[in-house]
T-cell receptor, first 114, second 117 residues
Framework: NAGVTQTPKFQVLKTGQSMTLQCAQD?????MSWYRQDPGMGLRLIHY???????DQGEVPNGYNVSRSTTEDFPLRLLSAAPSQTSVYFC?????????????FGPGTRLTVL | AQSVTQLGSHVSVSEGALVLLRCNYS??????LFWYVQYPNQGLQLLLK??????LVKGINGFEAEFKKSETSFHLTKPSAHMSDAAEYFC???????????????FGTGTRLTIIP
């Protein structure tokens, strides 16, 4: 198993541009999530999904969209990038949404918005 | 609402010395508690977790943590530090035994561990 994969590893955008961060998992996990990691703030949840066709907002959803058309993929879309979205983005998945199920994290995407 | 406090954003220990990383939590219901490790330029990896049962939890790489309800703490320890332990460590909490799931996972701000040769 490849686990959780993310592309790209690095991205530089200009303010106002849009882009999609890709996330895929090959473990047949129901639950997938996106976090952003900023210095001194830990990880904060952006959006999550409990299964194909079902998504919901996390702590910091503004400026981001998600969809879950398949079990495997959970892309994160930045609609109009802003410098405040400069961050490292992590995708994670777990077998179910239960808190007893371990989340597995991808390697991250480092995004810079100029 | 739950929250997690990690005391010390940077901790340095000598190789072979005891590692102690502190974590205190607040939760309105009995919590599930986690420690994650992040090596440079990598994602987070679960070190150990407490959900129910024995309050002393053993994890990977020789780490362990003890859930102390009276102190609302879940400190991470390792008897003898190794150079490979240099990383950032995150404590996290979910309100347990409720309908909440992984969407309620709240992270602390992290502690960067440096090992001195």
């Amino acid at each position: 198993n490849a686990g959780v994969t993310q592309t790209p590893k690095f991205q530089v955008l200009k303010t106002g541009q849009s882009m999609t961060l890709q996330c895929a998992q090959d473990m047949n996990h129901e639950y997938m999530s996106w976090y952003r990691q900023d210095p001194g703030m830990g990880l904060r949840l952006i959006h999550y999904s409990v299964g194909a066709g079902i998504t919901d907002q996390g702590e910091v959803p503004n400026g981001y969209n998600v969809s879950r058309s398949t079990t495997e993929d959970f892309p994160l879309r930045l609609l109009s990038a802003a410098p405040s979205q400069t961050s490292v983005y992590f995708c994670a998945s777990s077998r179910t949404r239960l808190g007893t199920d371990t989340q597995y994290f991808g390697p991250g995407t480092r995004l810079t918005v100029l | 609402a739950q929250s997690v406090t990690q005391l010390g954003s940077h901790v340095s220990v000598s190789e072979g010395a005891l590692v102690l990383l502190r974590c205190n939590y607040s939760s309105s219901v009995p919590p599930y508690l986690f420690w994650y490790v992040q090596y440079p330029n990598q994602g987070l990896q679960l070190l150990l977790k407490y959900t129910t049962g024995a309050t002393l939890v053993k994890g990977i790489n020789g780490f362990e943590a003890e859930f102390k309800k009276s102190e609302t703490s879940f400190h991470l320890t390792k008897p003898s530090a190794h150079m490979s332990d240099a990383a950032e460590y995150f404590c996290a909490v979910i309100p347990g035994r409720t309908n909440f799931g992984n969407e309620k996972l709240t992270f602390g701000t992290g502690t960067r561990l440096t090992i001195i040769p």
